[in-house]
């Protein structure tokens, strides 16, 4: 009995990695054989799971906040020219500032630092994880640095988000969440037309009846227009990366977790990639809550536990170990009284 355990992130609590080693650890001690495997979508905690994944090294690099505040963010390389950048370590809604958190002046210039020096290094491919923005500038910080840091150095963009949604939409639908009102949705979007009308002007490319543009606050989609950046589902791609299916493949049953499991898990998220490629092999979920209108999408898991602690993370995976290799000894037993009878 081999069980993958590939869980993404509790936001704010605990990495994809610790979730996956608390998991694996109850199995382990209850008798059962568990595979982790940290996954990510795209948002927060991407960086982490894919510079494990492809054995990145880390690189520190000096850079600016979303309202132009110093900080320090990471980027990883690795030996065959790929280059992994999380868009929140610089342009990130929940990074600190001492000033006003203006959504309109919230800017993308310092992940656009971040991937200029990804190329300087020598990157030919470098992966943007696009979720927790705090900004709606289209991406137009993002360029205006890159230009200004040398340039791509013809490297690709690749960007991964959790979302489909399209240029126009991205201030209507993500702008409340970083403290837009009505006014300045209207404002935001507005600024979005005539940049989006910009591109068509300069490079030929319209992002905005394009999917996934709307990613980051229309980032994406200036990513897309500029520099012709791929726009994929991280999820899949991230599961692709790590090898997930032959993972699978190998394991009799599969352990997810995220820190709330609820209606918005399958429209995009890991754990809705996951079950999807999962096929008959049984899926657990490990969460840190559940939403109590989550309705059929529970049917869909073999077991739902809530464990928001390292303690109750490895007694959810000792519990599962158990109660799998319980319903294996019994499948075992009936194998061979079938066989005696015959």
């Known amino acids: 009995m081999n069980i993958l355990v590939a869980p993404d992130s509790f936001k704010g609590t605990f990495t994809a990695a610790e979730v996956a080693g608390h998991i694996a650890a109850g199995i382990r001690a209850a008798g059962g054989s568990a595979r982790e495997l ?92 696009a979720g927790g923005s705090a900004t709606t500038d289209g991406g137009a910080g993002a360029i205006a640095a890159i230009e200004d840091h040398g340039g791509l150095r013809g490297a690709q963009i690749v960007i991964l988000s959790d979302v489909t949604t399209r240029f126009s939409d991205a201030a209507p639908v993500f702008g409340p969440q970083k403290g837009a009102g009505p006014a300045t949705v209207g404002l935001l979007t507005r600024r979005l037309g005539l940049l989006a009308d910009s591109f068509v002007r300069d490079f030929g490319r319209d992002p905005r009846p394009v999917d996934r543009t709307g990613a980051a606050g229309g980032f994406s989609g200036g990513m897309w227009a500029r520099y012709g950046a791929g726009l994929v589902s991280g999820a899949d791609y991230v599961l692709d990366l790590l090898g997930f299916d032959a993972h699978l493949a190998a394991s009799s049953a599969v352990v997810v977790g995220e820190g709330r499991l609820d209606s918005q898990t399958g429209q995009g998220k890991i754990i809705a990639a996951i079950l999807a490629r999962a096929g008959t092999k049984p899926v657990y979920a490990v969460v840190g809550s559940v939403d109590p209108d989550l309705g059929n999408d529970a049917d869909r898991f073999a077991g739902i536990t809530v464990a928001g602690t390292p303690a109750a993370m490895e007694a959810a995976g000792a519990e599962l170990a158990r109660s799998r290799l319980a319903a294996s000894h019994a499948s075992l037993a009936l194998h061979a009284a079938g066989h005696a009878l015959r």
Request: aromatic share 4%; charged share 20%; hydrophobic share 45%.
């Open 38 to 129: 940290p996954v990510a979508d795209g948002g927060e905690g991407t960086f982490g799971v894919l510079a494990r994944g492809l054995d990145a090294r880390t690189v520190r690099v000096a850079t600016v906040g979303p309202w132009g505040e110093p900080v320090h963010a990471a980027i990883g390389l690795t030996a065959d020219g790929t280059a992994v950048v999380e868009l929140a370590a610089a342009s990130g809604l929940n990074l600190p500032s001492d000033g006003d958190r203006d959504p309109v002046a919230a800017s993308t210039y310092g992940t656009g630092v971040l991937i200029a020096e990804a190329a300087r290094h020598g990157a030919r491919r470098i992966l943007v994880a």
